[in-house]
């Protein structure tokens, strides 16, 4: 039988996951003009795939609508679990269900959060619902060589290095590698 048969996907795709400090949550509507400030920032936009310097509020909503409908993609937004403030988003992407197979991307918007363990343990949330909530087996992601505070985040929570992309990333004139770390369930 498929697996798809086993997701109530409206049921996951309300889920709060509470960890640590954290607690990731559905994205909403709410949530997007603070995301877009994020995003823009580029001090937080160097670590990311896309430049989204010219995002706008119209499309961000309309991302976030193709998100909650599609059956392969999970946003959250990343909650102080104490204050309630809302400091970044995670998301599961490109879910394999033949494969059981996903892709993880995080980012801590909220600059004051950095290096706190707000991102340990939304990673940590992360892959609880991946792995026991959409059982999957397995979670790829891709991180510049030169994001050595997430490299050792990942690598801390068990991502291991699997391949480099040499010098695929232009940053400032250079070209920098690109890391592809993996997780299993154990
Ligand atoms: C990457 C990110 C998720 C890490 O979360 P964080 O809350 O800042 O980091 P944590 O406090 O959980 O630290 C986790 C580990 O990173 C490492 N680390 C922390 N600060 C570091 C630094 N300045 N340099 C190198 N490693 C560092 C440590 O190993 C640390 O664990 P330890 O202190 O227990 O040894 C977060 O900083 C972030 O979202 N940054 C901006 C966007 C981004 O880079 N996203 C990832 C794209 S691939």
């Known amino acids: 039988m498929n697996i798809k048969n086993y997701i109530d996907y ?3 795709k309300k889920l709060k996951i509470y960890e640590g400090k954290v ?14 400030k994020w995003l823009k920032d580029p001090e937080v936009n160097k670590f990311l795939t896309n ?8 499309q961000e909503t309309g991302w976030l ?6 059956l392969i993609d999970f946003v959250f937004a990343i909650d102080d679990k104490k204050s309630k403030k809302y400091i970044g988003n995670c998301g599961i992407h490109k879910v394999n269900w033949e ?14 959060y950095w290096e706190k363990k707000f991102g340990s343990d939304a990673i940590k949330a992360a892959i609880k619902f991946a792995f026991d909530k ?15 505070r997430a490299i050792n ?3 801390k929570h068990g991502f291991e290095v699997k391949e480099i992309l040499i010098k695929d ?7 920098w590698n690109t890391l592809v770390m993996e997780i299993k369930k154990e």
């Open 99 to 112: 494969n059981k197979t996903c892709e993880f991307g995080i980012v801590i918007g909220d600059k004051n």
């Open 10 to 12: 409206r049921a996951v």
């Open 153 to 155: 985040a990942y690598k």
């Open 65 to 70: 609508k193709e998100m909650n409908g599609s």
């Open 134 to 148: 959409l059982n999957l087996l397995k979670i790829k992601l891709y991180v510049y060589e030169y994001n050595t």
């Open 51 to 58: 430049d989204f310097n010219k995002l706008t509020l119209e």
């Open 23 to 36: 607690v990731i949550r559905p994205l909403t509507k709410n949530d997007l003009a603070q995301t877009i």
């Open 169 to 175: 990333h232009l940053y400032k004139n250079f070209y």
